[in-house]
């Protein structure tokens, strides 16, 4: 029987099984319009249905097989979820063929409870741990509430296998020290999560002034939060409330070992939040990327160095195991590519205001453009040098108004 088989054979036989299901179900929702020009309403494509809906409803047979094909199920049908607030309006119709509807649909609508989906989840996690437990990775979008980050943590709790998670930043104000020690700590069977990410946006006011009645719990200056095990961190995204700052990016550097770190579209974290991070992590660090908007993230006391006096061209390639490469910097300089032993690899971005100890803008300025091209000239020789190391290497440097891109052959 094949329920004898060996359980990495049986897997591979359901998730094809599974693959083939997916083909055969509902894919896309649909919705009524009743503005075309004849009168008549027309069926129109809405929008895709969720993946994770998708992997559930293509494993609603195996799961009535028995026990062990149903536990493979749960746990291939729950492994990634993605919890949405619902968003958008729905009305009732008077039948459902649309043939048979007559004039224009009625118009009544019917109230949705945005926050349906996750209440759903606290309730099923809180009521079958065992399901929570077959969770690997798991994205909250759109719960930025006081009410809907406890509901967040509630399920977390429960979620004891999680690998990747995804989360509002104010989870990072209204959780508590225990909420986030428990998220980041060692389990029973010494895994932890490996991967955290906070996406931030900006709020209405009336949103804000909400906000504005609650009080920040600082979890991150808890000794209990312990961000060690954690491999790759992710900030992205810019808010208009208590959002991440550089004084955050310091309290985690107390603890963090991370091999990725990535900041995007940020206005709020600096270099010195990026640096305190990179030296936490120097030992480990793999990829960075620090991509601001605008010019927001070039703030600096000090464009070149660091609080200590430190050089921040020549703090980048201290990072031996640094591979992978994009990030923004107040001024950059030939150090930055001066140590031929670095282990870039691939494509490199560099995006610069200016170029270090330069006041002279790198257009106008005929004082400024030799130590560019000094610059260039040390990148090309660090591609060279990767090139006989059999490692291939581009470098694209963005100073301004100026772009030097690939191999620098034609700068």
């Not at 160095?305 to 591979?323: F, Y």
């Not at 990148?379 to 090139?387: D, T, V």
Request: hydrophobic share 35%; with cysteine; net charge negative.
């Amino acid at each position: 029987m094949i329920s004898r088989l060996p359980y990495e054979l049986l897997s591979a036989i359901l998730e094809e099984a599974a693959y083939g299901n997916i083909q055969e179900i509902q894919q896309y929702t649909y919705g009524v319009d009743s503005t075309s020009t004849n009168g008549k309403a027309q069926r129109i494509l809405r929008g895709h249905v969720a993946n994770d809906s998708q992997r559930w409803l293509s494993t609603d047979a195996i799961r009535q097989v028995s026990r062990q094909w149903h536990d493979w199920a749960c746990h291939y049908a729950l492994r990634d979820l993605y919890i949405r607030r619902w968003r958008g309006s729905e009305r009732w119709t008077q039948s459902r063929k649309l043939d048979t509807i007559h004039g224009c649909p009625s118009r009544d609508v019917f109230y949705r409870d945005p926050y349906c989906s996750l209440r759903k989840t606290v309730n099923l996690s809180s009521k079958h741990p065992l399901l929570a437990s077959s969770v690997r990775r798991i994205f909250f979008d759109g719960f930025y509430g006081v009410e809907t980050n406890t509901m967040i943590l509630q399920v977390l709790k429960h979620c004891d296998q999680l690998d990747l998670v995804s989360l509002p930043w104010t989870t990072l104000r209204y959780g508590s020290e225990e909420d986030w020690s428990r998220l980041l700590g060692t389990r029973e069977d010494g895994t932890a999560l490996a991967s955290l990410e906070l996406l931030a946006v900006d709020l209405k006011h009336s949103q804000i002034m909400e906000h504005g009645r609650q009080v920040d719990k600082h979890p991150l200056h808890s000794p209990k939060v312990n961000f060690a095990h954690l491999q790759r961190l992710k900030l992205s995204g810019s808010s208009n409330l208590m959002p991440v700052n550089d004084d955050d990016l310091i309290a985690i550097s107390r603890t963090a070992r991370l091999q990725e770190l990535h900041i995007t579209g940020t206005t709020s974290v600096t270099t010195k939040g990026l640096v305190a991070l990179g030296r936490a992590s120097e030992d480990t660090l793999r990829v960075l990327e620090h991509s601001p908007l605008s010019d927001d993230g070039f703030e600096h006391p000090n464009a070149s160095r660091t609080e200590d006096g430190s050089h921040l061209c020549e703090e980048l390639v201290q990072c031996p195991h640094l591979c992978d490469l994009t990030i923004s910097l107040p001024t950059i300089c030939s150090s930055l590519f001066s140590e031929t032993s670095v282990n870039w690899v691939g494509d490199v971005q560099i995006r610069a205001a200016g170029i270090c100890g330069q006041s002279g803008n790198l257009e106008k300025s005929a004082e400024v453009r030799p130590t560019f091209f000094g610059l260039l000239s040390q990148a090309r020789s660090l591609i060279e040098a990767q090139r006989r190391r059999h490692v291939e290497l581009n470098i694209e440097i963005f100073i301004s108004l100026s772009i030097a891109l690939g191999p620098l052959e034609s700068c």
